[in-house]
């Protein structure tokens, strides 16, 4: 089994609110990680998590703010996003650092 | 730094003849190439990977990848398309210099394949 699972699968929300993306494995993977997606473009990493511990973090806003809760359970907690951040919002864990990653089916937000 | 190109936007085959996506990489110590598809809304899967070992390597449905050090290419292949294969492919790189820690992936910008009937 393979899989990630992502909630919500969409998501809408106002400049001014707060909310949080879930990312949830049960495979026993020690890395998870936060990738970005724009319309027609490749995934952009944003975060790795190793071991439960915030092991990269790419130069992304402090409006993003990851959290790995225990080794199953990855969130992005979103507050004060911009019209730019709409994108698809993709999660993934691997079994260790260097295997391969698995990506979930992602959340699409939309920031208005 | 780690980067990788897919030189062609789309590639349209017709079913039943062999695909090809092309692929090639850039890394500081020796790569981990992998290949993922991507249905329209939706994550991506994983097809294939290499790592080291023998440089053709066989993935799911029916995907092979060939890897080419000398020419920094890790293609995607495919002896008979089928309509179902139509899809978004990215090919992505680890540089597996980076030693022991987590590492992300860096994708290239993606090829559309396109199987006519």
Known sequence: DTEVTQTPKHLVMGMTNKKSLKCEQHMGHRAMYWYKQKAKKPPELMFVYSYEKLSINESVPSRFSPECPNSSLLNLHLHALQPEDSALYLCASSQGPRETQYFGPGTRLLVL | ?117
């Open chain 2, 1 to 117: 730094a780690q980067s990788v190109a897919q030189p062609e936007d789309q590639v349209n085959v017709a079913e039943g003849n062999p695909l090809t996506v092309k692929c090639t990489y850039s890394v500081s110590g020796n790569p981990y190439l992998f290949w993922y598809v991507q249905y329209p809304n939706r994550g991506l899967q994983f097809l294939l990977k290499y790592i080291t070992g023998d440089n053709l390597v066989k993935g799911s449905y029916g995907f092979e990848a060939e890897f080419n050090k000398s020419q920094t290419s890790f293609h995607l292949k495919k002896p008979s398309a089928l309509v179902s294969d139509s899809a978004l492919y990215f090919c992505a790189v680890r540089d597996g210099y980076s030693g022991g820690g987590a590492d992300g992936l860096t994708f290239g910008k993606g090829t559309h394949l396109i199987i006519q009937p």
